[in-house]
């Protein structure tokens, strides 16, 4: 059996790791258009502030390819032919296949944007993009971050951690808009200006403006914004969106919406074509409905029910549970599931201290929790967010305890006797 995968990242690498422990005589095949070891994407803020070198970014070793007896081809793949199962590479190769992967992931969107064609001006995807702005930045004495979602601010704090003035310019009326509420949102908004960003919500850049530097190339020299109002700064991080990488299944005859849409075995409309990670439209746990969730546990769960489908093992994917942390100057904040419902739907446990940098909310429906947000004090988050997973029955006065108080549940690890 050839088992072939596009993509060395989260998915792909659980994927293969789990195709390999249960078909040790199997062919496999990984394609990826980045030349190096795997590494986490999550990481690269922190890389580039000087907080992780680049060997911690690596999630596995230079034995890796070897010891899993996966063949290691770097090309970029520009279509799948379901027809003949074979991919055709951007060298002219072609690679065939019994079984494949497609764990593409996604890449930076960026709408079109006056005078963006000079120097200065990067993307933060990958670790070139991180290496790329370590080597420019110190030309820099500010920075310009478009878009104040999660990729955004970590970029930002990369270049804060650089000494770098930074504003963060958003085009909505709050940060990190699908991940947490107003109310939390602008505490972290508070927390950033104290540590000396700026933050401007609901403001887009209408033009980036240049100047000649000194080696005769046009480079950024600050952006104009639609309020009128010119920033000066030397760089620019675009982080206003990204789209999944489908394009090389156009015309295969796999289903795509946004992304690749995946059954619950991670199966695409095509049989023995597999969807898992970024790229992947699969079922919501809290909804059911088909989504995104652009998240590295989901990528890595998602890669091993891919692997083990892919070799015949039976599983099936239970959903994907919106899960976003981070921790923005020093104040953790963690959000899980429906962190919004439509007025008048279920209930909302709240409590705020925003002197403190201090909120939590949990919201219930039908008798169970279904979202939960906590900014500072985050510890036992891990189990509202496994009972988020569980689906199961609160117990709403208990809950309501823990607003207020360590985050404690008894009935989250029933134990039985004789240890069970």
Same mark, same amino acid.
């Given at each position: 059996?050839?088992?072939?995968?596009?993509?060395?990242?989260?998915?792909?690498?659980?994927? &293969?790791?789990?195709?390999?422990?249960?078909?040790?005589?199997?062919?496999?095949?990984?394609?990826?258009?980045?030349?190096?070891?795997?590494?986490?994407?999550?990481?690269?803020?922190?890389?580039?502030?000087?907080?992780?070198?680049? /060997?911690?970014?690596?999630?596995?070793?230079?034995?890796?390819?070897?010891?899993?007896?996966?063949?290691?081809?770097?090309?970029?793949?520009?279509?799948?032919?379901?027809?003949?199962?074979?991919?055709?590479?951007?060298?002219?190769?072609?690679?065939?296949?019994?079984?494949?992967?497609?764990?593409?992931?996604?890449?930076?969107?960026?709408?079109?944007?006056?005078?963006?064609?000079?120097?200065?001006?990067?993307?933060?995807?990958?670790? #070139?993009?991180?290496?790329?702005?370590?080597?420019?930045?110190?030309?820099?004495?500010?920075?310009?971050?478009? *878009?104040?979602?999660?990729?955004?601010?970590?970029?930002?704090?990369?270049?804060?951690?650089?000494?770098?003035?930074?504003?963060?310019?958003?085009?909505?009326?709050?940060?990190?808009?699908?991940?947490?509420?107003?109310?939390?949102?602008?505490?972290?908004?508070?927390?950033? #200006?104290?540590?000396?960003?700026?933050?401007?919500?609901?403001?887009?850049?209408?033009?980036?403006?240049?100047?000649?530097?000194?080696?005769? +190339?046009?480079?950024?020299?600050?952006?104009?914004?639609?309020?009128?109002?010119?920033?000066?700064? #030397?760089?620019?991080?675009?982080?206003?969106?990204?789209?999944?990488?489908?394009?090389?299944?156009?015309?295969?005859?796999?289903?795509?919406?946004? *992304?690749?849409?995946?059954? #619950?075995?991670?199966?695409?409309?095509?049989?023995?074509?597999?969807?898992?990670?970024?790229? =992947?439209?699969?079922?919501?746990?809290?909804?059911?409905?088909?989504?995104?969730?652009?998240?590295?546990?989901? &990528?890595? /769960?998602?890669?091993?029910?891919?692997?083990?489908?892919?070799?015949?093992?039976? +599983?099936?994917?239970?959903?994907?549970?919106?899960?976003?942390?981070?921790?923005?100057?020093?104040?953790?904040?963690?959000?899980?599931?429906?962190?919004?419902?439509?007025?008048? /739907?279920?209930?909302?446990?709240?409590?705020?201290?925003?002197?403190?940098?201090?909120?939590?909310?949990?919201?219930?429906?039908?008798?169970?929790?279904?979202?939960?947000?906590?900014?500072?004090?985050?510890?036992? =988050?891990?189990?509202?967010?496994?009972?988020?997973?569980?689906? &199961?029955?609160?117990?709403?006065?208990?809950?309501?305890?823990?607003?207020?108080?360590?985050?404690?549940?008894?009935?989250?690890?029933?134990?039985?006797?004789?240890?069970?």
């Amino acid at each position: 059996m050839h088992y072939l995968i596009i993509g060395n990242s989260a998915a792909g690498v659980f994927a &293969a790791e789990t195709i390999r422990g249960l078909d040790s005589d199997g062919q496999i095949t990984m394609i990826s258009n980045e030349n190096c070891l795997p590494y986490s994407r999550c990481l690269i803020s922190y890389y580039l502030g000087n907080e992780v070198t680049e /060997e911690m970014m690596y999630i596995r070793d230079e034995t890796f390819y070897n010891d899993t007896g996966i063949d290691f081809k770097v090309g970029y793949v520009e279509r799948v032919n379901a027809d003949s199962k074979s991919v055709l590479l951007d060298s002219g190769e072609n690679v065939t296949y019994d079984k494949l992967l497609v764990a593409t992931g996604s890449s930076p969107f960026n709408p079109p944007l006056e005078g963006s064609d000079v120097d200065g001006i990067f993307e933060l995807r990958t670790l #070139e993009d991180a290496k790329a702005v370590a080597e420019f930045a110190p030309k820099a004495k500010a920075a310009v971050v478009m *878009g104040a979602g999660l990729v955004g601010l970590k970029g930002a704090h990369g270049l804060h951690e650089l000494g770098i003035n930074v504003t963060i310019v958003g085009s909505a009326p709050q940060v990190l808009r699908h991940s947490i509420d107003v109310e939390s949102a602008g505490i972290l908004t508070k927390v950033l #200006e104290e540590d000396g960003y700026r933050v401007l919500l609901n403001t887009k850049v209408a033009k980036v403006l240049g100047e000649e530097d000194e080696d005769g +190339r046009m480079s950024v020299s600050g952006v104009l914004l639609n309020t009128g109002e010119q920033i000066p700064c #030397e760089m620019i991080i675009r982080a206003v969106g990204v789209r999944p990488n489908v394009k090389l299944v156009s015309n295969s005859g796999v289903a795509v919406n946004y *992304g690749i849409i995946v059954d #619950e075995q991670m199966q695409t409309s095509v049989n023995d074509i597999y969807a898992a990670g970024d790229v =992947a439209e699969a079922s919501d746990l809290l909804s059911g409905e088909k989504g995104m969730s652009a998240l590295w546990p989901t &990528a890595t /769960e998602q890669g091993i029910i891919a692997g083990c489908n892919m070799v015949g093992v039976k +599983r099936k994917y239970s959903g994907s549970l919106a899960l976003n942390s981070a921790v923005i100057c020093g104040v953790g904040i963690i959000s899980t599931g429906i962190v919004n419902l439509p007025p008048g /739907e279920g209930r909302v446990l709240r409590a705020s201290e925003p002197d403190k940098n201090f909120y939590r909310k949990f919201v219930i429906r039908d008798g169970r929790l279904v979202g939960m947000i906590m900014v500072g004090d985050i510890e036992g =988050a891990g189990i509202l967010s496994g009972l988020i997973r569980k689906r &199961a029955k609160v117990n709403e006065k208990y809950l309501n305890k823990m607003l207020v108080s360590p985050i404690e549940y008894p009935e989250y690890l029933p134990a039985e006797r004789g240890g069970q």
